[in-house]
């Protein structure tokens, strides 16, 4: 699955960067999304997690946490898209807490950066999601 892929599909897209899998702070923020994922997944919007880890360490992550949504990884060429929404730390070689949502069109109607450490109000999300 692509970001591109779903927005062709007419979906909106919940982006979810995060900095590393496996991870305490990424870790509850996921499972908090899976907990709730109807709140933020449904017939017009994708949640889609993206780290800048290598996709089998997602996998691994994925199957052991049981996330159902996608994890995506942002590997090669390194940080590529999270440079492109701004959340690349390139010092540190990872992706850091943002959360956009991105229409079909590509227009960017929610955006939020957390700072390191800082785990993010999903609450946010919810509101962003209800005009949707």
Known sequence: MSLESVLGSGRSALLVFYPFAFSGICGGELSAVQSSLADFQN???QVLAISCDPTFALGAW?????????LLSDFWPHGDVASSYGVFNPAKGMAVRGTFL????GIVSFAEVN????PRDQD???RALSVV
């Not at 994925?62 to 996608?70: H, K, R, V």
């Not at 700072?115 to 800082?118: A, K, S």
């Open 43 to 45: 017939s017009s919007t």
């Open 115 to 118: 700072q390191p450490g800082e």
């Open 102 to 105: 991105v229409a079909p069109d």
């Open 124 to 126: 946010g999300w919810r």
């Open 62 to 70: 994925a199957s052991s946490a049981g996330f159902t949504f996608p």
